[in-house]
């Protein structure tokens, strides 16, 4: 059954939509995982109900947000309009957009600061912006002042890091990412993760580069593409299996099915790089070799991680659960084919090393994503040199001589327009 949400308000009605919620979630402050988490919940809640008020639908999600003891996000989840203040950033082609401390935060991150890090240097500039009296400030102005926050507040090396991001957003030279490992390594939810952070639109599985290219080729042209990554090696044409060492077949195996998809592969990625859109390719496939399908003068940045769970039992835990909760990905065939599965990750992981591709450990998802965004960073500081003359231009050489020697909180009044600055701007700590 269908779910209508009404709104007499504004003489709407419209079929619930998860990804509506999502976004609202995500703008309310909840992080991803936990946002995809409680709107399926809300779904599966609302299947018998056939409609529901807008206010009903905001107070029941803000009633299990206060289940789940999240006290200050469900109070602002219920009442979005009330806060502290608006703020108006003009972006250099004139366009304004209030404050979102949820995307400056995002953009924190992108440049390789922690998560708890982050929303604390955002509600400091927030509030010392409020606390100054600030209607409106450009974009370069508040990068400029972000700048000298993370600089006195983190260090020098973290302000070069977001200069460095900065620089190449402007840059407009797309990155592509891939995303390689086995089976249960967490490669799915860790690229959608990361596209959101990054604020890259397109993601590429090469799980489904594989089922179109099934479509179209019929299994007994072709079976080696008609069958998991891990028992490839089945279908190879060769008479002595069982005298043969299990690991190099399943390595054979696999890069025969590899070299298949490394056709569409490199289509999708040559489609970007003509583009200049970012793109993350992640699934089993996103071979070490994929990195030399792209031709040698394109201006892309390349970055490739392989993540990986290292412990045995940690790895068939995530097989199992990952059956508890989509069960059409049948966990008791991975399971099966366990032995398969462990001994193919090995043969990845010993690739990756032979590559100098970094392997990164899953154990511990915040942290797994923490490390593929520093090794971001660190391919885009070898690119960028990050210098604030080039990122701010010379627009801010005058304000750059006012804020020597001062605290970030005192270079406020700088930024902001005159008339938009109390006399006596407070500085908070």
Known sequence: ???????QRENTRVPFLRGILIRTLLEAGLPFDQAYDLATLVRDQLSTTEEISSGQLRQKVAGLLLEAGDVSLAKTY??????????LVTSQGGGESAFSRRKHQRYLQSSGVRLDDAERITTKIFDQLLAAGTI?????QLSYLTYLCLQQELGKEAAQKYLVWMEFQHSGRPLILLIGGAVGSGKSSIATEIAHRLEIVRTQSTDMLREVMRTMIPKKLLPILHCSSFDAWKTLPIQDKKQRD???LIAEGY????????VSCEA????????SVSLIVEGVHSHPHLLHCLPAENDAIIVHV??????YQAL????RGRGAEVPLRRSRRYLKKFDSIWRLQSFLVSEAERCDTPVIPNDNREVAIFQIIGTVNSELSQRFAGNPADVFGSSMNSLARKARGKSWQQVVPYLINSKNTPARAKSLP
């Open 78 to 87: 219920r009442s979005p309009s009330v806060a502290p203040g608006r703020i």
């Open 255 to 262: 890069r025969g099915q590899a070299d298949l998809l490394a």
């Open 1 to 7: 059954m269908k779910t209508y949400v009404v709104n």
């Open 246 to 248: 299990r690991d190099m």
């Open 268 to 275: 999708v990625m040559r489609r970007a790089v003509k583009e």
């Open 306 to 311: 392989t993540l990986a769970v290292m412990n």
């Open 316 to 319: 068939q835990a995530r097989l």
């Open 136 to 140: 409106r400030i450009a974009t370069v």
